[in-house]
């Protein structure tokens, strides 16, 4: 006799923690330091960054929203991790050549994370094709 998940005690619950730790991890790689890494070196001190970010977040939203994915501790560990990452970026090698305006950098992220949020809970509530 083969057991399954479900014979298990715990067993579905914990390859679901799983799926969503998986998920977690990808989404903070691809949504949260590629597009923030990539938007910072292109704009740079640019006021085109906050436009940008918002932007930005409309297909990152979309992807969580395809995996239904509620990004409510990853959102609350990257407002954490974005102060230290902007912090890091004033006395990095990198940025030595350019003044950053820390003010500008602030605001862009911090709109793209809370906005990527936003989306992201907001994307499932749409009725698109009379399908819920």
């Known amino acids: 006799m083969i057991l399954g998940l479900e014979d298990i ?7 679901a923690f799983l ?4 998920l977690s991890g990808l989404y903070y ?12 070196d292109q704009t740079q001190n640019s006021l085109l960054k906050i436009p940008l970010m918002l932007a930005a977040a409309i297909p990152s939203a979309g992807l969580m929203a395809v ?3 509620k990004p409510f501790a990853l959102g609350a560990l990257m407002c954490v991790m974005n102060f230290y990452r902007i912090r890091s970026m004033q006395t990095s ?5 350019v003044k950053i305006n820390p003010t500008l950098f602030y605001v862009a992220s911090y709109a793209y994370i809370f906005a990527l949020v936003a989306l992201a809970v907001y994307f499932p509530t749409l009725d698109i094709d009379g399908v819920n």
């Open 67 to 69: 995996f239904h994915y």
């Open 29 to 40: 790689l691809v949504c949260y330091l590629a597009v923030l890494t990539v938007l910072d």
């Open 19 to 22: 799926i969503w730790l998986a």
């Open 9 to 15: 005690p715990g067993g579905t619950p914990f390859v």
């Open 93 to 97: 090698e990198k940025w030595q050549d």
